[in-house]
């Protein structure tokens, strides 16, 4: 249905863009369909870009300050498990803080490969990186990493280590994050390491917290998906009219957040009507929450071999080091 409605709508955007028709498609799908739902990949235009890295700023929001202590403290940890004259490929938008202190630490690095959707933001970051680290051959990789893709050439021969920090693949359902943990891992090679940031089940009032902070950034973060789907499809939301919701799941270990409608609705996008119930949400995100124990097993459900974990002193996230089976 979903599709036929696509083939029939003259779309408010350039039909060219392949990523502005998969955002329609996606929108159509996710809210003519009970429970509705958008993929939090689309949280991420400049606007949701930028509220992002406000929300990693919030005092409530830990994972990001946590993730960051555990990699300097154990930078020269790191250091010393990368073999000589490594390639470090980055899943995701690369050339963060969080990147700089591998860069920084492991000396011998001979190549860096950020792989990220963003051709522009790429391209941007590796001039940065070049002139920074001019020793280290920068490769910037135009992908969408969560499916299989091809590295550069140039690092052919040289030992892999993955990079996946951020606790993104809480974003994915553990079946999901499973066949990704694999395809990683065919992508890398043998013998290639994984590092991986995960962020661990807690006292549950501390993540809610994390996802309903004071000032309402997460929630500005979160209504911003409507703002775009106006601009970007043309729809019509009142932006008003819905409230920013994030719960703890506890059977599913997952944070869940939702767009809820304050009042019974209809809001039309690319010549479709989607009807809301007063209360009635749009599923945005799942952010699950791991144990040490769990994804340990499911890096080795994956090909992948746990070798070292360090977490920051209250438990709150985790780094993990892993090696391919
Ligand atoms: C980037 C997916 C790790 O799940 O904590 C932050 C996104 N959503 N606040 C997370 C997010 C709401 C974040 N990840």
Redesign the pocket.
């Known amino acids: 249905m979903a599709r036929s409605a696509l083939a029939r709508t003259a779309l408010p955007v350039e039909p060219a863009h392949p990523e502005a028709t998969a955002f329609a498609t996606d929108a159509i799908a996710g809210l003519t369909t009970t429970p509705k739902r958008l993929p939090?990949k689309y949280f991420y235009d400049v606007t949701g870009s930028e509220l992002?890295e406000r929300?990693t700023t919030l005092p409530e929001?830990y994972?990001t300050r946590c993730e960051l202590g555990i990699l300097r403290e154990h930078a020269a940890d790191i250091a010393a498990l990368i073999p000589q004259a490594a390639a470090l490929i980055e899943f995701g938008s690369g050339a963060s803080v969080k990147t700089r202190i591998v860069l920084g630490a492991a000396k011998s690095l001979a190549a860096y490969v950020p792989v990220d959707i963003s051709r522009d933001f790429l391209e941007r970051q590796a001039l940065a990186l070049r002139k920074q680290y001019p020793g280290v051959a920068m490769l910037p990789v135009a992908a969408d990493f969560s499916k299989p893709f091809d590295l550069p050439v140039t690092i052919e021969g040289m030992p892999r280590v993955g990079f996946f920090p951020?606790?993104?693949i809480?974003?994915l359902e553990p079946h999901e994050a499973c066949t990704f943990m694999r395809q990683a891992g065919e992508t890398l090679g043998a013998g290639a390491l994984f590092i991986v940031g995960v962020?661990l089940v807690k006292d549950q009032r501390v993540l809610q917290k994390a996802?309903n902070d004071k000032q309402g950034v997460?929630a500005k973060?979160n209504l911003n998906l409507l703002t775009r789907l106006n601009r970007e499809l043309g729809a019509n939301f009142n932006v008003s009219a819905f409230e920013h919701h994030a719960l703890y799941n506890r059977e599913k270990s997952r944070?869940e957040?939702h767009l809820a409608s304050t009042k019974r609705q209809k809001v039309r996008l690319c010549g479709e009507t989607a009807d809301f119930r007063a209360g009635e949400t749009i599923h945005t995100?799942n952010?699950y929450k791991y144990s040490i124990e769990s994804f340990g097993a499911m890096a080795r459900g994956s090909g992948w071999t746990p070798v070292e974990v360090w977490t920051d002193a209250d438990k709150c996230f985790s780094v993990n080091v892993l090696k391919r089976a």
Do not use: L, V
């Open positions: 939090p992002f929300i929001y994972p951020g606790s993104t809480g974003n962020d996802y997460t973060f944070i957040m995100e952010s």
